[in-house]
């Protein structure tokens, strides 16, 4: 059993995404389209998470456009603020305090392990206390709000396995008897393979190496003839599996779709300019509706900032009642009424 404001057995889905770059189909498949599935039916906490973006973004303006795209991309997807809150990490500042309780409950060795935070270091970005103490403040956010439910990549496994040794930890040293934290699972959509970007590696923005979820036109173009593709000639046959354009057709083709396809590619006089050709429409197609949308939305950008700010408005109420159980539990005074 834990202790309010969570409720026993209850699924609370919580998730955030990054505002360090335009979302890109990445994105799309390993995160954002599981939290549009998922808050249809459970309570969820879905937040643009802008202090995690401190660790590479140095740009205040770029922040903040990236956070109010963030935010258009999720609306202009399907995203119903009836059904979910939406809104931006840092309207709930009580993380940091969460955040430094759990500091003071992490070995550095574990820390010292995190495959995410050598991955990123290796990519060239800078070795800062951000970077290294991330997993903190990513457990901070999800049990805040009481997460048990969290939708995240496969690379962010072993974040959600040590956001549960921290909640672990604050049960065993706090509430033994009670614990204050669910355990959260991470929701990993075991067949949505590592989506490659347009030179073969995983998409990140840090590669440089996306495509957008609303290029069109000649953007779109650009992107996807950079796309890198081996030397078989046009007229030889060609492996499907082993092509970087088949692996993201795959990800917007029906399955009849797929068949006719790779039956192209084995039977040869198949190009890799008419795999592109059909990528391109795919990709204008399946994000059709929600780019008419988007165009509608940003029309009207105080909709965005009142969902936004509701979203902050409850989601701060949330970490309130958890804070107020954690002073008292772990004997931090406050003589100030917040």
């Known amino acids: 059993m834990t202790h309010y404001p969570f409720t026993p ?9 990054q505002s360090s770059g335009k979302l890109h189909l990445g994105n799309y498949f390993g995160a954002i389209r599981q939290h549009i599935a998922l808050h249809q039916n459970h309570p969820s906490y879905y937040f643009i998470v802008n202090y995690h973006a401190m660790t590479s973004v140095r740009d205040p303006i770029a922040l903040k456009a990236h956070t109010l795209d963030a935010a258009l991309t999720y609306l202009a997807l399907g995203f119903d603020p009836s059904k979910g809150d939406l809104f931006v990490q840092s309207d709930v500042p009580l993380l940091n305090e969460l955040t430094w309780i759990f500091f003071c409950l992490t070995p550095v060795s574990q820390l010292e392990k995190a495959t995410s935070y050598k991955d990123k270091v290796a990519q060239g970005l800078s070795s800062n206390c951000g970077l290294f103490n991330y997993p903190i403040l990513q457990a901070a956010d999800i049990l805040i709000y009481g997460g048990t439910l969290v939708p995240v990549g496969a690379d962010q496994k072993q974040h959600i396995e040590i956001a549960r040794d921290t909640a672990q930890r604050f049960n065993h040293v706090w509430s033994p008897d009670q614990p204050m934290f ?34 069109e036109g000649k953007e779109l173009d650009r992107r996807i003839k950079r796309i890198v593709t081996d030397s078989t000639p046009l007229e030889a046959p060609k492996d499907p599996d082993t092509d970087n ?13 797929q068949s006719e396809i790779r039956e192209a590619y084995q039977c040869g006089g198949y190009g890799y300019g008419h795999a592109k050709k059909v990528l391109t429409g795919l990709i204008t197609e399946y994000f059709g509706d929600a780019r008419e949308r988007r165009r509608e939305l940003l029309k009207n950008p105080d909709y965005i900032q009142d969902v936004l700010r509701q979203g902050g408005i409850n989601a701060r109420q949330r970490a309130e009642a958890c804070m107020d159980k954690v002073r008292e539990l772990t004997g931090l005074m406050t003589t100030y009424q917040f």
């Not at 057995?9 to 995404?17: A, H, K, L, Q, R």
Request: avoid cysteine; glycine fraction near 8%.
């Open 9 to 17: 057995d209850e699924t609370i889905v919580v998730s955030g995404i």
């Open 182 to 215: 669910p355990l959260p699972d991470p929701y990993i959509v075991k067949n949505v393979a590592i989506v490659p970007g347009i030179d073969g590696r995983k998409m990140s923005k840090s590669y440089d190496n996306t495509i957008g979820i609303f290029d």
């Open 245 to 257: 354009v088949f692996a993201l057709i795959r990800l917007f083709a029906s399955e009849e779709q």
